[in-house]
């Protein structure tokens, strides 16, 4: 939904930052989490409704092998995860989406599953692609163990010591996800089956309650198997150790042609945070309150970057920007913010754009919304998208309103020569092993005949062309009937006349474009941290690293 | 997703499964991107209304259109133009798969707020804005016909409300020629690809 004439504070959009400089690739490729990011809107909401959780069945063996089941029990409704731990030989441990085995698969069940439910979901959630789910499911995924660091953990605990700080530290997670799927995939509910439940409403909070229940799994196996082993020398993992796992992720290509797929969802996204921004920055003071949560906020920041690594030159060297950068925000708060000046916070603010790299202007933007909950966390509500709304073309429109928006939204398209080979040298295609998208060179590898439309920027700049000789009256029906392959143009070009931040603002198919900036943007929404590319096709990161555990839910909701 | 080509017992769908097959499948069999997008947002109305969106489908895909009798492009024709002009009130098409019209005339009913009357052969379809289409007599899938839009009586009965599945059948051998209609639109992976996904490193660490 768009919450346009709803805003209650529309002094903030003079202080909205344009499309032209958020919806870039290298800022995109900068993006924090923030307040509004997926995974702390389920946390805030399942703290808020007084959400009870268990584990009613919890059916492993010694060797790790078995089922368990988590039930997450809000107001209305309850969500559980059933869970099946496998005995997987180390050769068969890959985390790409290529894998065809697993140390755990996972589906999110809408409501409790009975024994027959369980024996189905046997059959099929080992299996994951090969396997088939039902509209009772709303998620499926599978992980791994970070076998270094689990096998260090069980082995510690079995004998009665707490695992070493610093390798938790330093990996952050026991099990990573190597695909959460939703959304109707390989059989599970339709988005649209469920959109108007209020919990789920905001983008992937089923995939977030699936992942936050995996956390608690992964921890409650190797206490399991510590205990197997070790008998009653065994002891618990520290609470303070417990806090600081994650559950970490692989991904790659695949999610990327999302965000380009999905431009109202993608506006909405970037409209949410950017209307955030600038609200605080349209303060007209700093409350105390305000200003010692942003000086937590920023610590927490500077802590987090020093634990964050990368084997990535590209990431590596923008850890360098954000911790220097970090480090200026901060002495630059302590000296020399005039926190008397008319807007305080749009000073700050202005101050890092000519002061900080992108990357720490990033970190920045997100340490500013922190202390602001009830100023934006309403926003969060807006996150999601009716896009069937946006669907049927608007035949009536003219040639001359049409050139208007393309040059006004896309004017960054036009100026490219698409015909030079670094211009063009992607193409975006399904694969036909995984039916999962992919980046080929158009130049030396076959199948850009079969190209799919997410070249954005081509496609308007090809339309341009095609409106330039055009009457300006002439109805887009009735040049649609004359050339139809505009199509796909025409939709997106309708949809960013109300849409200002639907599209990234590159050429998505040239030589030096880089899919991890799609995917981190992407990522920070969902909530991820730790950042670390392994190409610049596939990345790590990690989920729910110091957030709550479900019996820590109830009063002490440290946010993650 | 894994069926056995010996049955042809129907298999269940999700609307994204389906609206994804579709797309690719027009796509596969040589239509543009834009008849491709088309064509999964009309088999996920078609699902949703309990009718066999995928016979409808292919029986628009086996026709190359060199008459003008696609349902699919007459259907886009139809919809873009209903801003435009309004209701095609009383026009007349001859029709391929006529069943294939009904979710674009549920967006020209949408559009301008009205109830629609389609006509082909013994198949009467009433279809009001946002509702349920209501049928009588046999669904016409195929073959040449003569469809006639009709604007519709606001005293003609109700029509029913939008089944709560999000789901659709599909026979197994619909299925396989859909999927094989997708793959021919589908790409080996490379090589190149497969290393920068990750592929060759594995996970023990």
């Known amino acids: 939904m768009s919450c346009e004439g709803l805003n209650p504070m529309p002094q903030a959009r003079n202080f909205r930052r344009s499309p032209d400089e958020v919806m870039r690739l290298a800022r995109m490729g900068c993006s924090h989490p923030t307040r509004l990011s997926f995974l702390r809107q389920l946390l805030r909401r399942m703290d808020t409704e007084g959400w009870r ?24 409704r309850t969500y559980s995860l059933v869970a099946f731990a496998h005995d997987l030989p180390p050769e068969a441990r890959s985390d790409r989406v290529i894998a065809t085995a697993w140390d755990a698969t996972f589906a999110l069940f809408d409501g409790t599953p009975t024994a027959a439910d369980l024996d189905r979901l046997k059959a099929n959630v080992p299996l994951q692609e090969a396997g088939r789910i039902s509209a009772r499911e709303l998620s499926l995924s599978r992980a791994n163990r970070s076998v270094r660091l689990f096998d260090h953990v069980v082995e510690r605990l079995a004998n009665g010591m707490q695992p070493d ?15 959460v799927y939703g959304s109707g995939k390989f059989g599970a509910a339709d988005r649209a089956a469920i959109a108007q439940r209020p919990e789920l409403s905001a983008p992937f909070q089923a995939e977030m309650l699936s992942v936050w229940l995996t956390r608690t799994f992964t921890v409650d196996l190797v206490e399991h198997l510590a205990r197997a082993r070790g008998g009653s020398r065994a002891v618990r993992l520290a609470p303070e150790l417990k806090r600081g796992l994650g559950v970490g992720n692989s991904t790659g290509l695949g999610m990327a042609p999302f ?39 920023l610590k927490e920041a500077r802590e987090n ?10 990431q590596r060297a923008k850890l360098v920007d954000l911790r220097e950068g970090l480090a200026r925000i901060a002495s630059h708060v302590a000296q020399d913010w005039d926190q008397a000046a008319p807007y305080p916070w749009d000073e700050l603010w202005r101050w890092g754009q000519n002061s900080l790299p992108m990357e720490a202007q990033e970190a920045l933007l997100a340490a500013m919304l922190e202390p602001h909950g009830a100023l934006i966390d309403g926003l969060g509500d807006c996150m999601d998208a009716d896009e069937d709304t946006y669907f049927p073309i608007n035949g009536a429109i003219r040639v001359g309103e049409l050139r208007t928006i393309v040059q006004a939204q896309y004017g960054w398209a036009l ?34 005949e079969r190209e799919l439309p997410l070249d954005t920027a081509r496609q308007a700049a090809a339309f341009w062309l095609a409106l330039r ?45 880089l899919p991890i900036d799609i995917l981190r943007c992407k990522l920070a929404f969902f909530g991820a941290t730790r950042f670390d590319p392994r190409s610049v096709r596939w990345v790590r990161i990690s989920l729910f690293q110091g957030a709550p555990y479900p019996d820590q839910m109830n009063g002490d909701v440290h946010e993650a | 997703m894994k069926h056995d080509p010996m049955t042809n017992a129907a298999l ?58 696609c349902a699919l492009r007459t259907g886009i024709a139809l919809a873009d133009s209903a801003s435009l002009s309004g209701i095609p009130l009383n026009a007349q098409h001859r029709i391929d798969s006529p069943c294939f019209l009904l979710p674009f005339i549920a967006r020209i009913a949408d559009q301008t707020g009205q109830r629609i009357k389609l006509t082909a052969a013994d198949m009467q379809v009433v279809i009001a804005p946002g509702a349920c289409p209501m049928i009588t007599g046999p669904l016409h899938m195929s073959g040449p016909t003569l469809v006639t839009i009709t604007s519709c009586q606001r005293n003609s009965p109700p029509c029913p409300d939008w089944p709560q599945a999000h789901r659709g059948a599909v026979l197994a051998t619909e299925y396989a020629r859909l999927t094989q209609l997708m793959m021919a639109f589908t790409v080996p992976t490379s090589a190149n690809s497969q290393a920068g996904a990750g592929a060759q490193g594995d996970d023990n660490d």
């Open chain 1, 469 to 513: 000789d055009q009457p300006g009256d002439l109805p887009v029906a009735h040049l649609l009937l004359e050339a139809p392959e505009h199509r796909p143009a025409v939709r997106r070009v309708q949809i960013a006349a109300r849409h200002p931040f639907a599209e990234i603002r590159d050429n998505l198919i040239s030589a030096d474009m």
């Open chain 1, 53 to 76: 959780f268990d584990r009613p069945v919890w059916e492993i063996d010694a060797n790790g092998v078995g089922r368990a089941v988590y039930r997450a029990i809000g107001p209305v």
């Open chain 1, 165 to 179: 700080a610093a390798m938790l530290l330093e990996t952050g997670y026991l099990m990573r996800t190597t695909a």
């Open chain 1, 415 to 448: 100026g490219i020569d698409y015909t030079q080979p670094a211009q063009c040298a992607r193409f975006w295609y399904v694969s036909e092993d995984k039916l999962e998208p992919r980046l080929g060179e158009r130049h030396c590898e076959p199948g850009a």
């Open chain 1, 305 to 314: 970057a020093d634990l964050w690594t990368s084997a990535h030159d590209l």
């Open chain 1, 259 to 297: 965000v380009i797929r999905h431009p109202v969802l993608l506006n909405n996204w970037m409209l949410a945070r950017e209307e955030a921004l600038a609200r605080v920055r349209a303060q007209t003071g700093v409350g105390a309150n305000e200003l010692a949560g942003f000086c937590v906020a």
């Open chain 2, 12 to 69: 269940e769908l999700s609307l994204s499964e389906i609206a994804a097959l579709s797309a690719r499948a027009t796509r596969g069999a040589g239509r543009n991107w834009g008849e491709a997008e088309e064509a999964a947002e009309a088999t996920c109305w078609l699902a949703r209304a309990g009718l066999n969106w995928a016979a409808a489908l292919l029986e628009v895909l086996q026709h190359p259109d060199a008459d003008g009798a």
